[in-house]
């Protein structure tokens, strides 16, 4: 399982952007869900051609790194998270010398790739799991995975109480009497992480990527590869209590997350990492009970960051934003990196519908973009955000793919709906011109939310993510490091907070009070999300809207 497909490109279309280590700090990182993208060979299906062509958007829309979701060989059955091949591209996205073709184009234009990794489980179709059916109960090719033998009476129940994230057991019972454990779906068995094999196999595809240029990995369940010796139960369950496990996520010990040894699989991945000239870092999607076991995952003998998920939980009011803000900053000063912003993901619904499904959620949404990208650390936007797109609530069900939706009724579709680049009908240019294919269906609304008719027009929602990001980009207090976050005195409902480097003070305000609110006294105004108005010789911030301000 260690060989590779092809020959990794020339050194020269290998080198990093730039030669800033610590590049991750202050990135703004998008993130690129692949199949939902852009789709250059008219299958309906973005790809990875669709990503390399579509790069000259990205570098003016002012980010630093992309983030690519799996675009590996899979069957598809969680959007790529069922990876049946970690170092080949499946042909719905391209292939290997796409890839490599894509990140020279991004490397040319100053972009960085940062790529998916899963480790946690395979595709239910790898060979090795393949190979664990066939060879049968007790055959060292079950040894990679989890398998068990049940309880009670001909072993017919599960070999412990433990659910699936997605609903219902974590175990499937195969025709041969045994069980083996998913955490996810049954189409994504867990490894066994305590395995030798398990560990030469993921350091070798670390490397392979490595090799092929990639400039990080984003860490699929980082906090779930070790499941506790015994594998004891939790103790109730959604059968018993009404409950599901997955409720403690981030709130409390289960026993298979965030165990103790996986810190000894990031401890081997490190010194790989860092083998490697130009600054290659990794990102972990972890929960832990408390900052400070989320903070051991970080450091310089682990990973580089962890995202701060917070926000994606935060209600539109003062007193949530500035408690998500000071509980991640103070998460940060514990492990000594700065904080990951992230206000939407493909895994929750957008954060224009999270804050009021109508014209409201989409001003909040722009406000709370300012008050993001204003902050310290590392920013990381989901594709579509900077359209200011909503989630689609009404997909047929027909139509929905998440593996999620048939275990909960609960379905991750409606922020994985393709981006409107240009046009007035679906699929808006998702395709090449004339084929109107995509894999989900996009609104009969989204022609003024497309690309094309929100580039060059004043106010929209596109502009301004590019004045925001082309601000911070140059501004000295919001560059990587520069300026604690200093709380000023407001009146009820608004936030406001400075910032100081290089002489100049940076403050963004934002307006949650239910009424106009003054800002005077903070300088010059930058960009504001809603235009500010005049009065009696000075200025108010409207309602549900952020400004950014500078003083010298
Ligand atoms: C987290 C990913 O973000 C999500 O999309 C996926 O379903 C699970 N991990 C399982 O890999
Ligand atoms: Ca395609």
């Excluded at 369940?221 to 409950?243: C, N, Q, W, Y």
Aim: net charge negative; with cysteine; hydrophobic share 40%.
């Amino acid at each position: 399982m260690t060989a590779s497909h092809a020959t990794p490109p020339a050194a020269s279309d290998r080198t990093p952007p730039n030669a800033d280590h610590d590049w991750w700090r202050s990135a703004v990182v998008y993130q690129v869900y692949v199949r939902s993208f852009a789709d250059a060979n008219a299958d309906g299906i973005g790809d990875l051609e669709g990503v390399r062509r579509r790069l000259p958007y990205l570098r003016d829309l002012g980010v630093d790194a992309l983030w690519l979701t799996p675009f590996y060989t899979s069957p598809m059955v969680d959007g790529g998270y069922d990876v049946a091949d970690y170092r080949d591209v499946d042909p719905l996205f391209g292939t290997l010398a796409d890839f490599d073709a894509m990140i020279a184009d991004a490397h040319a234009l100053g972009l960085r790739i940062i790529v998916d990794l899963v480790p946690n489980h395979t595709s239910d179709r790898h060979p090795w799991f393949q190979a664990a059916l066939t060879a049968g109960p007790g055959s060292a090719e079950r040894e990679r995975y989890l398998f068990a033998d049940g309880r009670g009476e001909g072993g017919k129940l599960p070999p412990n109480d433990w659910e699936s994230i997605f609903g219902g057991p974590a175990w499937t019972r195969l025709p041969d009497g045994q069980w083996y454990l998913h955490l996810f779906d049954p189409a994504q068995p867990d490894l066994n992480w305590r395995h030798p094999e398990v560990r030469a196999e993921f350091e070798d595809v670390l490397r392979f990527w490595l090799d092929r240029g990639v400039d990080g990995f984003r860490i699929d369940v980082a906090h779930g590869m070790i499941k506790a010796e015994g594998l004891p139960d939790v103790g109730f369950s959604t059968l018993t209590t009404g409950r599901r496990q997955v409720e403690l996520l981030g709130k409390g010990r289960l026993p298979y997350f965030d165990q103790d040894e996986v810190h000894d699989i990031y401890r081997a991945w490190r010194p790989i990492l860092d083998s490697y000239p130009g600054g290659r870092m990794a990102v972990a999607e972890a929960w832990a009970e408390t900052p400070q076991r989320l903070a051991r995952y970080i450091g310089p003998d682990e990973l580089h960051q962890a995202f701060s998920f917070d926000f994606l939980d935060a209600t539109w009011s003062a007193e949530s934003f500035r408690k998500v803000i000071d509980t991640a900053l103070a998460e940060s000063a514990i492990v000594g990196a700065p904080t990951t912003w992230v206000l939407s993901n493909h895994d929750k619904q957008r954060h224009v519908t999270r804050y009021g499904d109508g014209p409201e959620g989409l001003r909040r949404a722009r406000a709370a973009t300012l008050l993001m990208l204003a902050l310290p650390g590392s920013a990381y936007l989901y594709q579509g955000e900077e359209l200011g797109l909503p989630e689609v609530l009404d997909l047929p069900d027909e139509l929905r793919q998440d593996p999620a939706f048939r275990r909960t009724g609960e379905s991750r579709d409606g922020c994985r709906v393709p981006i409107p680049w240009n046009g007035e009908l679906p699929p808006y240019g998702f395709g090449p011109q004339g084929c109107d294919l995509s894999w989900l269906p996009a609104p009969a609304t989204w022609g003024a939310l497309s690309v094309a008719a929100q580039t060059g027009a004043p106010g929209s929602t596109l502009e301004l993510y590019r004045d925001a990001l082309r601000i911070r980009r140059a501004h000295p207090a919001l560059a990587a490091d520069a300026g604690d976050v200093t709380w000023l005195e407001t009146g009820p409902g608004v936030l406001a907070f400075s910032r100081a480097a290089a002489g100049t003070v940076l403050t963004c305000v934002v307006n949650i009070s239910g009424g106009p609110a003054p800002v005077d006294g903070y300088g010059d105004p930058l960009v504001a999300s809603e235009p500010l108005t005049a009065r009696d010789g000075g200025r108010l911030l409207p309602v549900d809207s952020a400004a950014w301000f500078e003083r010298r």
